[in-house]
């Protein structure tokens, strides 16, 4: 008896399944061997760049939508955002369609709420400054971005909303790839050490107490790869989960 492709909405939940799908079949997450900025060997890459589409972009303003309302449900004592800031460059798009899209799933809560992101050069002319969209002073912040490896991007995001005045309630990423930070000869020379650590998002919550969500993590990728039957791309992602799970 043929068995479906399609991913069973039993493992994980339905938005998360719809968005792996999207991911798997436009070529977005992709399998084989990636070196990363570390050094490391990665059995997968996930491009988040490549979600270019009307069709893509709904696909994935629709899961951090969904994502960004259970984060909220199940951190009640967490305001609601006033804005909605998406990093340049990659999170100015999703930013302004998961606003949009939360507008569609509940006007009643999302009508007054903005977006803004920054300028990667301060404009000197005309309106000035470093942001566009909204003002983040005196706002509570909710952050979002696609995948966060070394955690810099992340420190920058939090030193520039504090310097224009915001409070971040939150970080909302795409991708958990769920493994510790590199060592310090990784980058260098890339020699691996067997010490455990935490993952650039364990990193930034322990250090700056502030929550963290995604939308998908390897462990959902994985089990995703379990109904399609890729037994070949399943113990390679196995393998890397071992070798370099964090410690949070």
Known sequence: MATSTQPSTSAIPAYKA????????????????????SGRKSPYFFNAGSFHTAHLLSAISTAYAHTIISFLTSHPSIPKPDVIFGPAYKGIPLACSTLLELHRLDSQSWSSVSYSFNRKEVKDHGEGGGLVGASLKGKNVLVIDDVITAGTAMRETINLVAKEGGKIVGFIVALDRMEKMPGPRENEDGVEDEEPRMSAMGQIKGEFGLPTASIVTLNDLIAVLRIKGDEEDIRRLEEYRRRYRATD
């Open 18 to 37: 719809v968005f792996l799908q999207s991911c798997l079949s436009a070529n977005i997450l992709t399998f084989g061997t990636y070196t990363l900025k």
